[in-house]
């Protein structure tokens, strides 16, 4: 057998297929069998990555006003934490040299190198400094986009119940033969 003979994801089925390979005999050289390739849902296979390890939790996919509340609540502290820590930073400039450091005049000297470094030091602490309140910014709006999914989830809730209720009293209504 050949290797395509082994591939699990290939279906040999053989039946009596009548197709005369001799149109002057009939019925002497007739083709058997067909093969195809399975494609099915018994085929789908989820990435181990994706799967939760033995004691682990997985994935939520269910939400309610409560764990909206939790999320936003996680949104808002690591944002107000990284906003503070891209302000306690200056404490790390100053340990560079401050901004004499990238003109050439902090502690790592005056000569050429020093003064590239200096600058290479300055832009990567701006970067990292803008990236945080960027990064802290972003976290804010996150949790006020929540708030709006939590107040649009809620009111939905709200129609869905009023809604129930009238078809209860809808259902009242006609088993009492229709009177109110």
Do not use: C
């Not at 195809?36 to 849902?41: E, L, P, S």
Request: glycine share 12%; net charge negative.
């Amino acid at each position: 057998m050949t290797d395509e003979h082994n591939d699990p994801d290939r279906v040999d089925v053989r039946f009596n297929v009548p197709m005369p390979v001799n149109p002057m005999y009939p019925g002497m050289g007739n083709i058997r069998g067909i093969s195809f390739d399975k494609t099915g849902v018994e085929q789908a296979e989820t990435p181990g990555g994706l799967v939760a390890g033995s004691g682990e939790k997985g994935v939520e996919t269910e939400w309610n006003a409560g764990t909206l509340d939790s999320a936003i609540t996680w949104l808002e502290t690591h944002a107000s934490y990284l906003h503070r820590l891209s302000y306690d930073m200056a404490d790390i400039k100053e340990q560079l040299g401050g901004d004499q450091a990238a003109a050439g005049k902090g502690a790592l000297g005056g000569f050429q190198y020093a003064t590239q470094l200096g600058q290479q030091h300055q832009q990567v602490y701006t970067g990292t400094e803008n990236g945080l309140r960027t990064l802290s910014d972003n976290l804010y709006t996150a949790a006020e986009a929540l708030r709006t999914v939590k107040r649009n989830y809620e009111t939905a809730e709200g129609a869905n119940e009023m809604t129930a209720q009238q078809m209860q009293q809808a259902f009242n209504d006609a088993a009492r033969g229709g009177e109110s």
